[in-house]
């Protein structure tokens, strides 16, 4: 069989846990699956780094990009010039005039909550839907990241349980205790780390709820006189200025460090470093930051929302994500309670053991064989 994947997501520079999820579910597939052979859909960026590991895999460039008219309208013509069985399409976005049969992963419903600046129109917010819904219709078999997904797309989209398989994802090796005294003090210099810190790392819309963690880090420096600086890390997004707005209002904005894109090779040291990691999020589909810091030994706080507490089980501290004060609580109660610093953090180190990148892999093959 000749397997397609839409990965013109692939990397997380571009896509963050799009990307990610792309980018390790493909490099476990291809160590895993030595019968089927593999055919990436790339655009130039990625096309020009990607390396196919074997004589199995061929890569495909194509130019359309991705939420765009070139999608529907381009797209499948370029999918026609090569020949394949089965085509992956790894997010919701996918020709809604294209009928090859196809797999599709949906990471959660946030679209439907949090439409973003781009859908500022009622053709726009149609047009949206209809994709997602005919993705998830022409699918054969829909993957959800998590049973919170699973039961979003049951409850909003009609889908048979039946049609839906859960696969976690996983935690990539290089999130792990670092300890070399150089890199880290040459990573906290340049990001202008100075003091103990609170660690966030992801993109900057409004599900995200920034917002909330910059105002209980306010709470922490003016009630419990915490010593701390806040780390906001991801690259900020022009069209959700409120997070900027909540910086610049804060009386401790000098302790509030934003660092842009983070790479690779940093962001495991940041996690080792940070005091505690926050996810103030109103809706994850999976969360994969959480495991992340956990498997390099930073306890998290999480919102008690969506699929968070699925994935993390007893192993954070949770909090409702519309109340500053209860998670600056939670943040001192970690800070200030070695004991249960100690307890969330071997929690967190157990909890990692349920998440395999090549786990993942496998039952995808498995989806694919089974089709």
Known sequence: MRIAIDARMY???????????????TNELFKVDQ??????????????????PHDGVKKALVHSPWYSYDEQLRLPFEFAKHKFDLIHY????????????????????????????????????????????????????????SESTKAGIVEFFGVNPDKIAVTYEGVDERFRNVQNSGIIREIK????????YLFYVGVWRNHKNIETLVRAFNILKEKYKI??????????DLHYTKVRQEIEASPYKQDIITTGYIADNELPVLYNQADCFVI???IEGFGLIAIESQSCGCPVIASNTSSLPEVLNDSA???????ADELAQQIYNLLHNTELRKSIIAKGTNNIQRFSWRKCARQTLEIYNSL
């Open 90 to 145: 790894p997010h919701f976005n996918s020709p809604v005039f294209y009928f090859k049969k196809s797999v599709c992963t949906i990471h959660d419903i946030t679209p439907l909550f949090f439409p973003g600046h781009k859908m500022d129109s009622w053709f726009r917010k149609t047009a949206h839907q209809l994709v997602f819904r005919a993705t998830i219709a022409k699918a054969k078999k829909v993957i959800a990241v």
């Open 280 to 282: 103030p999020s109103f």
């Open 317 to 323: 501290l949770f909090f409702d994500p519309h109340k």
């Open 35 to 52: 019968k089927n052979e593999y055919l990436l859909f790339l655009r130039e960026a990625a096309f020009n780094h990607f390396n196919p």
């Open 11 to 25: 990397g997380n520079e571009q896509c963050t846990g799009i990307g990610t999820y792309i980018e390790r579910l």
């Open 227 to 236: 010593e701390h600086q806040l780390v906001l890390g991801g690259r900020e």
């Open 189 to 196: 210099e340049r990001f202008g780390i100075t003091k103990p």
